[in-house]
């Protein structure tokens, strides 16, 4: 029971102070990076609307995976599992998630009709978590880098001489 409790209070804190959260719903796509509001127990977000953040692989009573990064460092700090709730519009649980929305919606140039639009054109999401935290994986999870035919073979012209270094064996400054 004490570490449940832990988990909640850790998920529901972290994902409170972060900015972002990266979500990965079913499906193909990869973890995206969403901005959210912490509103009642759950993650919230908007998107899929012109202008808004896509939601892809979030389906109403799907399952997604929330992990939250640090505000200050940016680093992965928990991992938990949510269960997907599609909001219906107008509702009285869609009011009061778009009330928090609204207050948090950065560069947004129709603040005043946002909400109508939202409603009429966009899908407002919450991320219930569903158990535990999840563990931190060991490596990365970095994506390496793609092949590329491009490559610096010699220093730039624009590099001070002072800077250059003589590479063994070539001779070349």
Known sequence: MTSELLDRALVEEATKKS???????????PARAL???????????????PGEQPLPG??????AVVTVRSKDK??????WPARVVELAPGSPEWESTVGELKGKRLNASDAEEMPGRWRRECRVLRLEPAGGTLPLPQDSLAAPPPPTPATTRADPAALPASLRRKRRGTGAA
């Open 58 to 63: 979030l389906t109403d009573g799907g399952e």
């Open 74 to 79: 940016g680093g992965r700090l928990v991992g």
């Open 19 to 29: 900015g972002l959260i990266w979500v990965r719903g079913t499906g193909p796509a």
């Open 35 to 49: 901005w959210h509001v912490w509103h009642e127990g759950a993650a919230c977000v908007v998107g899929d609307g």
